[in-house]
């Protein structure tokens, strides 16, 4: 199957599942929450590595998807226990993501620039101020006090790949690593602050748009060992 048509079933299916979300039905929500996710593991999973360093990262970026699945899963469970359960599995997803964006940064030697310096700073005030915001609702609430270590563990890692994404210098993995920043920010706030308007619809828009360019990303990374010294994403 070309990848353009595959592109395109991970819209539609992806445009079904926004358009059902409102649909009381169980079965629906399973099939078009975990179709698109299993159209874009395809999607990595089909596509040629161009050199070791392109292997290495497809490899990495695909555990990252199959773990993000499983979170999926994990999350359409109704019990609170599941949602500790999807929690782990997208952070283990992260760490995986994480190391392909490390990987693909040194492999390009670069250095610490200002706009490293300046994205860190961002992402750690942003980081500071939500967990702060989450620390006073969670604190208050006895049946939710166990979650606060795993909270802040997520918050951590996925402001590493948000990092680790910006320093990797790719555009796709950028943008979607900043999606996913958004897409967990709504689902978090609307389950420990305040309900979100049209959350369910932010959530999972963002989502899919995330995963799918973190999986294009993978075209942006062509003969890395090759190309280490002459960096093509974006010239920053």
């Given at each position: 199957m070309r990848r353009s048509w595959l592109l395109g079933l991970i819209v539609c299916t992806g445009l079904i599942h926004l358009a059902t979300l409102s649909v009381d039905s169980t079965v629906l929500h399973w099939i078009f929450k975990l179709l698109p996710m299993a159209l874009i593991i395809t999607l990595v999973a089909r596509s040629v590595p161009d050199g070791r360093g392109q292997a290495v990262y497809r490899k990495l970026i695909l555990t990252g998807l199959l773990f993000s699945l499983l979170?999926?899963?994990?999350?359409?469970?109704?019990?609170?226990?599941?949602?500790?359960?999807?929690?782990?599995?997208?952070?283990?997803?992260?760490?995986?993501?994480?190391?392909?964006?490390?990987?693909?940064w040194f492999k390009q030697q670069s250095r610490m620039r200002w706009y490293g310096v300046l994205a860190g700073l961002i992402i750690f005030i942003y980081s500071v101020l939500l967990g702060s915001r989450f620390y006073e609702r969670i604190s208050g609430d006895e049946s939710l006090s166990g979650l606060w270590i795993p909270v802040v563990v997520y918050i951590t890692v996925i402001g590493a790949m948000c990092f680790t994404a910006i320093m990797s210098r790719n555009a796709f993995a950028i943008v979607g690593a900043i999606l996913f920043v958004a897409s967990d920010s709504i689902l978090a706030w609307n389950k420990f602050v305040a309900d979100v308007p049209y959350s369910d619809l932010l959530i999972m828009s963002t989502y899919f748009a995330a995963q799918t360019l973190i999986a294009s990303s993978l075209q942006k990374v062509k003969n890395v060992g090759a190309a280490a010294a002459k960096p093509k994403n974006i010239p920053l």
């Open positions: 979170g999926d899963a994990f999350l359409l469970l109704p019990d609170d226990p599941w949602f500790v359960f999807g929690l782990g599995a997208f952070l283990t997803g992260h760490l995986f993501y994480v190391a392909a964006m490390v990987a693909r």
